[in-house]
């Protein structure tokens, strides 16, 4: 079972559509972490959050981290082709400094 | 600039053959680590070290071995391997401990196949 819990696993969307990639889980972590990967590379990261409801903006990227420190969401607003990739959330464990990921959501959007 | 490099690319081994996978990182990160990527399970850690001259078990260590070589290198090391371990491998490195506020630098992964 994943630690993290990510839905979708898989979304194909219109140019100019809004979606939400959430990332739950059961466990506190000390921060969240989210990535995006293209295919044949690393995942490269995106944002870090830390503190419990804080929200980040990259752009037409909205993060939030869960008042509790166990969940957190990303949101694009008029999604473009250009943000297709494969979306990974990943936590860092309040014991142990451990990063765990999420299994990942991968994001199409057609124009 | 390098970042984390990892080689090979692209290795088929026979079961119970063995292989070394190599990482490299150019940034004096202190933590590194190895990551094991399968669809629909996303990255998985299987070891990491956390300094020079120490290392320890992630998620999925069975099967693998490492050796941080130096503050530079960490390999991962298949001593027979099995067709579960059939998969895409990341290295990567962070400063100080991956920890909160702190980016994990992924090398370009190796694709790894088991017959």
């Known amino acids: 079972t994943q630690l993290l819990e990510q839905s979708p696993q898989f979304l194909s969307i219109q140019e100019g559509e809004n979606l939400t990639v959430y990332c739950n889980s059961s466990?506190?972590?000390?921060?969240l972490q989210w990535y995006r990967q293209e295919p044949g590379e690393g995942p490269v990261l995106l944002v870090t959050?830390?503190?419990?409801?804080e929200v980040k903006k990259l752009k037409r990227l909205t993060f939030q981290f869960g008042d509790a420190r166990k969940d957190s969401s990303l949101h694009i607003t008029a999604a473009q082709p250009g943000d297709t990739g494969l979306y990974l959330c990943?936590?860092?464990?309040?014991?142990?400094?451990?990063?765990?990921f999420g299994a990942g959501t991968i994001l199409r959007v057609k124009s | 600039n390098a970042g984390v490099t990892q080689t090979p690319k692209f290795q088929v081994l026979k079961t119970g053959q063995s292989m070394t996978l190599q990482c490299a990182q150019d940034?004096?990160?202190?933590?590194m680590y190895w990551y094991r990527q399968d669809p629909g399970m996303g990255l998985r850690l299987i070891y990491y070290?956390?300094?020079?001259?120490?290392?320890d078990k992630g998620e999925v260590p069975n099967g693998y071995n490492v050796s941080r070589l130096n503050k530079r290198e960490f390999s991962l090391r298949l001593e027979s391997a099995a067709p579960s371990q059939t998969s895409v491998y990341f290295c990567?490195?962070?400063?100080?401990?991956?920890?909160?506020?702190?980016?994990?630098?992924f090398g370009e992964g190796s694709w790894l196949t088991v017959v």
């Open positions: 990567a490195s962070s400063e100080p401990t991956g920890g909160w506020g702190n980016t994990i630098y």
């Open positions: 466990s506190v972590f000390s921060s």
């Open positions: 959050v830390v503190t419990g409801g």
């Open positions: 990943a936590g860092l464990m309040e014991y142990g400094n451990k990063l765990v």
């Open positions: 940034m004096n990160h202190n933590s």
């Open positions: 070290s956390a300094s020079e001259g120490t290392t």
